[in-house]
């Protein structure tokens, strides 16, 4: 195909891109950071809609020292235990030369590769790389981070999709053994996740697709296998010949680049959580709610034992690891030093831990990250760390032809059909009968009465025989009316059947449940509907402008 023919088919691929502005659930400090970005420009390392800022974060991130060699031999092992496709495995030889950048993202581990949003922030990071390398003439290699030591079980056992009349649906995981308490790196799926497959198979709507997206799944998904290390395998498949290097961050052999930030964060007690507050009074001040207030007694980091991942805190002067005994500040920093291993950064310190293994110009970030990451400016200058650029991850709707069809037809706002009421499909059909249409049959009707009646009055001048006739006539005229003004009705009510329907399904689709279709389905929902090439179709369509959420036909 020709580049004129690909510009072609990107351009029809956007039906529409909308002001993020408009919609209601959207973050103010999102739309402000895309749009007036001078207006928050003090919480942030710069501004990513600016070349002067990217030139400066590869001048300050390239040289920085760090373990790149070490990190290197952490993911050549990763991507080769996955059989990763080549062209991610080649990324790693470029991360460990000295003049490279990374442009990383990250998620939680979701089964089944998670909501949409999961492959929108990869491809938001391919996307960028791609850019930077061509403008910057630097190596750039987009990073995706799993959180592999998050152990919030409920978020990520279940996947959301539309059944086969596109009523929402789910399957979950059952219970693994350490779930809840553990990292997900160190669940392992048990025989019981050929259940879970064959139920998503059950619920899907049936296509050309359901067969390669279950077999791939099958592959990824199996007994034996970590929840982290299955999830990050499917978006090896999906995005890794792009050149994506999927990172499974609990990896203990990493865990040395970093542990003197973890003994410095035991070290100075509530020095990071201090910081953090006083930006989040700063972020208030500018009109933004902090997304993380820290708790007076919290320490940034949880322990990883036996048990799982335990909370530290701070009482007295002194630490407890979970419900533990007392120990010393001097005792757990020494112990972080030597067993980094034993200790996991949470949602403050995870930024810096990543920054620190990997040269990051920019993160992609969601809406709570953006947010976090606003409060975390001078906890990186405290650690010594340059802070990545922030850039929003795309945002998109997936429209099929009915959808986009319906959209094209009808004036009904994109973010009406997020309003689980009918009042949006009320006003839809009110317009679709034209008002003016009772009028015309009730004046139609007295005007025939009118006339008829003025010729009933001369009749009987000229045959009285015929007075009945008349009568008949006009009754009969009146039927004619009334049978046209019933069929009209009965048409305007099977227009206004189908349109419900169709109403009720563009909304099922844009909407499910009311909630945003990018923050809800399945990654396997949209792999079963369009093919497992769909990734690579939106690193072709999904526009850069991530001021404006985008409707993509594919």
């Known amino acids: 195909m020709s580049s004129g023919s690909d510009a072609a088919a990107t351009a029809n691929a956007i039906r529409a891109s909308i002001d993020l502005r408009r919609f209601p659930w959207v973050r103010p400090l999102v739309s402000v950071y895309a749009t007036e970005f001078e207006r928050v420009a003090p919480l942030f390392a710069g501004d990513p809609a600016q070349p002067a800022a990217w030139r400066d974060r590869i001048a300050r991130v390239a040289p920085a020292a760090r373990h790149r060699a070490l990190m290197a031999d952490v993911l050549s092992r990763q991507l080769g235990h996955r059989d990763a496709p ?36 990869a491809v938001t990071a391919i996307q960028l790389a791609r850019r930077i390398q061509q403008e910057h003439g630097v190596p750039t290699v987009p990073v995706f981070w799993v959180d592999a030591e998050d152990h919030d079980w409920d978020e990520i056992r279940s996947a959301a999709l539309l059944d086969r009349e596109l009523n929402p649906a789910s399957v979950s995981l059952e219970s693994l053994t350490g ?15 050929q259940s879970t497959i064959d139920a998503l198979t059950e619920a899907l709507p049936p296509s050309e697709f359901t067969a390669d997206v279950v077999a791939i799944l099958g592959r990824r998904y199996r007994a034996g296998v970590s929840v982290s290390t299955a999830f990050a395998g499917l978006l090896d498949d999906l995005l890794g010949h792009h050149g994506l290097v999927v990172y499974e961050s609990a990896d203990p052999l990493a865990k040395p680049a970093v542990a003197d930030l973890f003994a410095s964060e035991l070290s100075a007690p509530g020095r990071t959580s201090e910081l953090v507050r006083a930006a989040g009074d700063r972020l208030r001040a500018l009109g933004h709610e902090p997304q993380v207030e820290p708790a007076p007694d919290g320490v940034n980091l949880f ?23 007392a120990r010393s500040a001097d005792e757990l920093a020494a112990e972080a030093k030597a067993h980094p291993e034993r200790f ?34 001078d906890v990186y200058r405290t650690f010594g760390i340059e802070a990545p650029l922030l850039h929003s991850r795309a945002t998109a709707t997936l429209l099929d032809s009915a959808a986009a069809k319906f959209l094209d037809r009808y004036d009904v706002p994109f973010e009406a059909f997020q309003v689980q009421d009918d009042l949006a499909l009320n006003r839809l059909l009110e317009r679709q009968l034209p008002p003016e249409i009772e009028r015309i049959f009730a004046e139609t009707e007295q005007q025939l009465d009118e006339r008829v009646g003025a010729l009933r009055a001369i009749v009987p001048a000229v045959d009285p025989t015929l007075t009945g006739a008349a009568d ?13 003004q019933t069929k009209i009705v009965q048409a305007s009510k099977r227009k206004d059947d189908t349109l419900r329907r169709q109403f009720t399904r563009t909304r099922a689709l844009l909407f499910p449940g009311g909630h945003p279709q990018e923050r809800v389905l399945n990654v396997a929902f949209f792999a079963n509907r369009y093919g497992l090439r769909f990734a690579d179709r939106l690193v072709d369509v999904v526009p850069a402008d991530t001021s404006r959420h985008h409707l993509i036909v594919l």
Request: net charge positive.
């Open 344 to 377: 996991s950064p949470n949602v403050i310190l995870r930024p810096l831990v990543q920054d620190r293994l990997f040269p990051t110009i920019c993160y992609v970030a969601g809406p709570a990250e953006l947010a976090y990451q606003a409060q975390l400016g």
């Open 179 to 193: 779930a809840g308490s553990q990292p997900v790196a160190a669940l392992r799926l048990d025989h019981r996740i």
């Open 86 to 121: 080549r062209a991610a495995r080649a990324q790693v030889d470029v991360l460990a030369s000295p003049q490279s950048v990374a442009i990383v993202t990250g998620q939680q581990a979701g089964l089944f590769g998670g909501p949409l949003y999961t492959v929108l922030k």
């Open 303 to 325: 322990y990883l034992g036996a048990d799982g991942r335990a909370a530290i805190r701070r009482r007295d002067g002194q630490y407890f690891v979970g419900d533990g005994l």
């Open 472 to 484: 008949t006539t006009l009754e009969k005229i009146r039927d004619t009316l009334r049978h046209l």
